[in-house]
């Protein structure tokens, strides 16, 4: 059974830090990893997909990286704002054909002034 | 086009009653997922149909069902409710129940019970 786990549960950081978030699953037999961001109250909002053959994926001040032979995904965020507070989820493809994603439970960021 | 559109947006319904919630998926997507999440936690994977059919269903009980109908939109229905089904409720389609696929998020329907 895959076990999708993020660290660390809860982060603060002032305006303008750079910063590394941390996913991972124990079967490293996945096909894509995602990485979603949540605000209070609200659904899910994709920030990138890396999918089976790439290693990373960029968007603006967003990098994601996918390492599944040590079952590691890290999304690094530079030049934090404000408007970066949410929580920010990652969910793991399953290989086969079902499409059944593995959630972790994700890490509340807060950035300050 | 569209996204994934759910409805109702809030609900509130109280123990023991039924409720039916709604999605629609992106024009042309043919698999629809279920997804719960509780307060605090990641989605909990109920239920992906495909062409109609259930092709696959988490670790709930027999009290949440689902179907999809011929335009691919689909229904989650649960009965019985507990005060443990209150949590958001999410709706995901894709093009089709492969892995390469990527599924699309709708906003969600709140469900709370009283």
């Known amino acids: 059974k895959q076990e999708v786990t993020q660290i660390p549960a809860a982060l603060s950081v002032p305006e303008g830090e750079n910063l590394v978030l941390n996913c991972s699953f124990t079967?490293?037999?996945?096909?894509?990893l995602q990485w979603f961001r949540q605000d209070p109250g609200k659904g899910l909002t994709s920030l990138l997909l890396?999918?089976?053959?790439?290693r990373e994926q960029t968007s603006g001040r967003l990098n994601a990286s996918l390492d599944k032979s040590s079952g590691r995904s890290t999304l690094y965020i530079a030049a934090s704002q404000p408007g970066d507070s949410a929580t920010y989820l990652c969910a793991a493809y399953p290989t086969g054909t079902a499409s059944k994603l593995t959630f972790g439970t994700g890490t509340r960021l807060q950035v300050t002034l | 086009d569209a996204g994934v559109t759910q409805s109702p947006t809030h609900l509130i319904k109280t123990r023991g009653q039924h409720v039916t919630l709604r999605c629609s998926p992106i024009s042309g997507h043919k698999s629809v997922s279920w997804y719960q999440q509780v307060l605090g936690q990641g989605p909990q994977f109920i239920f992906q149909?495909?062409?109609?059919?259930?092709?696959g269903r988490g670790n709930f009980p027999d009290r949440f069902s689902a179907r999809q109908f011929p335009n691919y939109s689909s229904e989650l229905n649960v009965n019985a409710l507990l005060l443990g089904d209150s949590a958001l409720y999410l709706c995901?389609?894709?093009?089709?129940?492969?892995?390469?696929?990527?599924?699309?998020f709708g906003p969600g329907t709140r469900l709370t019970v009283t």
């Open positions: 890396i999918q089976s053959s790439q």
């Open positions: 079967d490293s037999a996945i096909y894509n």
């Open positions: 995901a389609s894709s093009f089709r129940v492969a892995e390469s696929y990527e599924q699309y």
């Open positions: 149909y495909y062409e109609k059919e259930e092709r």
